[in-house]
């Protein structure tokens, strides 16, 4: 049982197709993360939220856009892909600094395949 | 930010034999964390690292930071099925943990 829930949790998507990931954390948690993984690759960081605000954006191609409405809700809006952004997309959560290295609570993926 | 390299990329044991995991930096680390992630699931966080020469032991699993808090371990004995997963460290100066490339366990009954 995760605290951080996201949908859907497959996605096939065409390069022409918009769609939006969500995710949704219920532990009170005041940061957000998007993190990709992709097979025989280490998990990329995209991007981070913390109370709200943008505060990381690892170069990201701006065919992903990020949205945090509050602390408890972030999407990962998604239009004209390629074929190489095929991938399990990670959301995660954590308690914002302060309180030393935080540890993540991930939920279970978005598995995308751009077609 | 702080890079990590993790060793080895890929681990095939015999159930029943040992198993180890390194993480190595450069740069002295404020702490270290550990995940697991099973196939097809996602990482869930195992434990953190903080103090030089820390030991942290759960069950079969034992988590050690160096004296020096430049590189870490995870040592599981005595593996089990139940073990098969991607062992990642991470480790960040910040809230926003960098992740290591990951040790698949591979476990042959």
């Known amino acids: 049982e995760t605290g951080v829930t996201q949908t859907p949790r497959h996605l096939v998507m065409g390069m022409t197709n918009k769609k939006s990931l969500k995710c949704e954390q219920h532990?009170?948690?005041?940061?957000m993360y998007w993190y990709k993984q992709s097979a025989k690759k280490p998990l990329e960081l995209m991007f981070v939220?913390?109370?709200?605000?943008?505060?990381e954006n690892n170069s990201v191609p701006s065919r992903f856009s990020p949205e945090c409405p509050n602390s408890s809700h972030l999407f990962l809006h998604l239009h004209t892909l390629q074929p190489e952004d095929s991938a399990l997309y990670l959301c995660?959560?954590?308690?914002?600094?302060?309180?030393?290295?935080?540890?993540?609570?991930f939920g279970n993926g978005t598995r995308l395949t751009v077609t | 930010g702080q890079q990590v390299m993790q060793i080895p990329q890929y681990q095939h044991v015999q159930e029943g034999e040992d198993f180890t995991t390194y993480c190595n930096s450069s740069?002295?680390?404020?702490?270290i964390q550990w995940y697991k992630q099973r196939p097809g699931g996602h990482p869930v966080f195992l434990i953190q690292?903080?103090?030089?020469?820390e030991v942290k032991k759960q069950k079969r699993l034992t988590f050690q930071f160096g004296e020096a808090k430049k590189n870490s371990s995870l040592h599981i004995t005595a593996t089990q099925t139940t073990d098969v997963g991607t062992y990642f460290c991470?480790?960040?100066?910040?809230?926003?943990?960098?992740f290591g490339r990951g040790t698949s366990l591979i476990v042959h009954p």
């Open positions: 532990l009170g948690h005041n940061a």
């Open positions: 939220y913390s109370l709200e605000e943008r505060v």
């Open positions: 740069t002295t680390l404020s702490n």
């Open positions: 690292l903080v103090k030089s020469g």
């Open positions: 995660a959560s954590s308690q914002t600094p302060g309180q030393g290295n935080s540890p993540l609570h």
């Open positions: 991470a480790v960040g100066g910040s809230y926003i943990p960098t």
